[in-house]
């Protein structure tokens, strides 16, 4: 168990609907990442938050946006989805300093129909 | 960061060492050497990281070659729920908790088998 907690697990939705994934990192994280696993592209990091800013972004589309909340939980909201957006999506957290490593959780499995 | 590459696969026999190699020729002197693993589908897991000198957890050991440009992940006794895909990532550690927004390569798919 990597202390972050990743909801829901699976998730089905249509075409051009709006889904709202979560996560709550690790206690005493300040930093949250949100990656995309899709088959044909690997791990992708979509975007960085460090105690509610966000701080580094990767190829996250305009259609994605991700915030992180006072508490340090962070939710990434995917609207107009398409049915290339099915993937699995994983949150991780570190804390600050030099050389640390980063906590995966075990992922919200998006499918788009 | 520096680019890695790693044999797209490997075997090994449930029991022997599994020595998961890396190639970072152009890595620069501030960047560590991470490994994660991410077996079927679950989220990556830390397994070890080094600048400099070898390191050993309870999990694995990580071996640098002097000059940097290389390093092997070790796995002592190799079991079968150690299948799974190994990503070697070269990474500068940063301040201000910057130390997952990584650039995952495609890894090497490790089977042990029986």
């Known amino acids: 168990d990597s202390g972050v907690t990743q909801t829901p697990k699976h998730l089905i939705t249509a075409t051009g609907q709006r889904v709202t994934l979560r996560c709550s990192p690790r206690?005493?994280?300040?930093?949250v990442y949100w990656y995309q696993q899709s088959l044909d592209q690997g791990l992708q990091f979509l975007i960085q938050y460090y105690n509610g800013e966000e701080r580094a972004k990767g190829n996250i589309l305009e259609r994605f946006s991700a915030q992180q909340f006072p508490d340090l939980h962070s939710e990434l909201n995917l609207s107009s989805l398409e049915l290339g957006d099915s993937a699995l999506y994983f949150c991780?957290?570190?804390?600050?300093?030099?050389?640390?490593?980063?906590?995966f959780g075990q992922g919200t499995r998006l499918t788009v129909v | 960061d520096a680019k890695t590459t790693q044999p797209p696969s490997m075997d090994c026999a449930e029991g022997r060492a599994a020595n998961l190699p890396c190639n970072h020729s152009?890595?620069?002197?501030?960047?560590?050497v991470y490994w994660y693993r991410q077996i079927h589908s679950q989220g990556p897991q830390y397994i070890i990281h080094g600048l400099k000198n070898n390191e050993t957890n309870e999990m694995a050991s990580l071996i640098i070659t002097e000059d940097r440009k290389s390093s092997t992940l070790i796995l002592p006794h190799a079991t079968l729920r150690d299948t799974a895909v190994y990503y070697c990532i070269a990474r500068r550690g940063y301040y201000g908790g910057s130390q997952g927004n990584l650039i995952f390569g495609k890894g090497t798919k490790l089977s042990v088998k029986p």
């Open positions: 152009t890595i620069s002197g501030n960047e560590y």
């Open positions: 206690s005493g994280d300040l930093s």
């Open positions: 991780a957290s570190s804390v600050q300093g030099m050389g640390t490593e980063a906590f």
